[in-house]
């Protein structure tokens, strides 16, 4: 992955900056879509996911297998593959059961809305509890993107760059711009809108998961809060890889090497939630009940 450098901000500051890259984002608003009521033990644009889990799974690569350093490789789940066998998964732990709700789309979860980025671990946490959510668990981000049959991919056993905003060209970014304290807002959006290739939340049918949760590969990177490995060496992992090449864009991998404070022009986030138990009424993002029925 292309992301070595990276930005590191204080809490304060980077507040302001997301606050204005939002604002100044093309897409961000005009062209979203009110979020529909799926569930009626979730909140408004969530997917409920109802499954079993398996923390420690293997598929079986049967084409373009290789190293992270591109070289061929045996493993039947290497660090890249292009085919794996389709229904050869086998679970080597005990299952769990998992019920949560998870973000239809990617922050700000809305449809033709372009995915927030320049965004800390920290940040998305506080984003997600202000909305009466949470950062979903890096277990929680699996189960919702592989679905029930436990897919290597959001969409199937086969890489398939035009189901996702995945494989497009990196373009070297200026980090004395991305990693500047004291940039201006409109510096930082210039920058970002110069390396961005991401693409409208939805605008890529394909890119759906079996319980119907999008853009679950590429796009952007996306926080989790790390379960599986126990919050080491970070609380946080990023999950479902970049629109750039060199990405792997599976369900199962991570990137664990970035820590808390990283904010970077690829990196975003969707939240999290616990279903309601009882039909109570759930809240929509402005704060009020919906109408009977959902809408």
Same mark, same amino acid.
């Given at each position: 992955?292309?992301?070595?450098?990276?930005?590191?901000?204080?809490?304060?500051?980077?507040?302001?900056?997301?606050?204005?890259?939002?604002?100044?984002?093309?897409?961000?608003?005009?062209?979203?879509?009110?979020?529909?009521?799926?569930?009626?033990?979730?909140?408004?644009?969530?997917?409920?996911?109802?499954?079993?889990?398996?923390?420690?799974?293997?598929?079986?690569? $049967?084409?373009?297998?290789?190293?992270?350093?591109?070289?061929?490789?045996?493993?039947?789940?290497?660090?890249?593959?292009?085919?794996?066998?389709?229904?050869?998964?086998?679970?080597?732990?005990?299952?769990?059961?998992?019920?949560?709700?998870?973000?239809?789309?990617?922050?700000?979860?809305?449809?033709?809305?372009?995915?927030?980025?320049?965004?800390? %671990?920290?940040?998305?946490?506080?984003?997600?509890?202000?909305?009466?959510?949470?950062?979903?668990?890096?277990?929680? %981000?699996?189960?919702?993107?592989?679905?029930?049959?436990?897919?290597?991919?959001?969409?199937?056993?086969?890489?398939?760059?035009?189901?996702?905003? $995945?494989?497009?060209? %990196?373009?070297?970014?200026?980090?004395? $711009?991305?990693?500047?304290?004291?940039?201006?807002?409109?510096?930082?959006?210039?920058? $970002?809108?110069?390396?961005?290739?991401?693409?409208?939340?939805?605008?890529?049918?394909?890119?759906?998961?079996?319980?119907?949760?999008?853009?679950?590969?590429?796009?952007?990177?996306? %926080?989790?809060?790390?379960?599986?490995?126990?919050?080491?060496?970070?609380?946080?992992?990023?999950?479902?890889g970049h629109w750039m090449g060199g990405a792997r864009n599976r369900c199962r991998p991570?990137?664990?090497?970035?820590?808390?404070?990283?904010?970077?022009?690829?990196?975003?986030?969707?939240?999290?939630?616990?279903?309601?138990?009882t039909e109570q009424a759930l809240p929509t993002p402005g704060g009020t009940s919906p109408?009977?029925?959902?809408?």
């Amino acid at each position: 992955m292309r992301d070595e450098l990276v930005s590191v901000v204080d809490e304060e500051q980077e507040t302001k900056l997301v606050a204005s890259v939002e604002a100044a984002a093309p897409g961000s608003a005009s062209a979203a879509t009110p979020p529909v009521q799926h569930s009626s033990r979730c909140p408004v644009g969530m997917i409920e996911v109802d499954g079993l889990y398996c923390a420690k799974l293997l598929h079986r690569c $049967i084409k373009g297998g290789k190293t992270h350093t591109g070289e061929d490789s045996p493993y039947p789940e290497p660090y890249y593959c292009d085919e794996f066998a389709v229904g050869d998964v086998k679970c080597f732990s005990q299952e769990e059961k998992k019920h949560f709700c998870i973000d239809e789309y990617e922050y700000p979860n809305q449809k033709g809305a372009i995915p927030r980025v320049m965004v800390s %671990w920290y940040e998305a946490k506080r984003l997600c509890e202000e909305h009466g959510k949470r950062l979903c668990g890096d277990d929680e %981000w699996n189960l919702a993107c592989e679905g029930p049959e436990r897919l290597p991919y959001v969409y199937g056993w086969k890489r398939d760059r035009s189901a996702c905003n $995945i494989d497009k060209r %990196w373009i070297k970014p200026n980090d004395g $711009i991305l990693a500047n304290k004291g940039v201006s807002p409109e510096r930082l959006q210039t920058e $970002i809108e110069r390396l961005s290739k991401r693409v409208p939340s939805g605008s890529m049918p394909r890119c759906k998961s079996a319980y119907g949760v999008m853009d679950m590969g590429g796009n952007v990177d996306e %926080w989790t809060v790390n379960v599986t490995w126990h919050g080491k060496p970070h609380q946080s992992l990023l999950k479902g890889g970049h629109w750039m090449g060199g990405a792997r864009n599976r369900c199962r991998p991570v990137t664990a090497r970035h820590g808390e404070t990283t904010a970077y022009y690829a990196q975003g986030f969707r939240c999290c939630a616990d279903p309601t138990t009882t039909e109570q009424a759930l809240p929509t993002p402005g704060g009020t009940s919906p109408p009977p029925g959902g809408s």
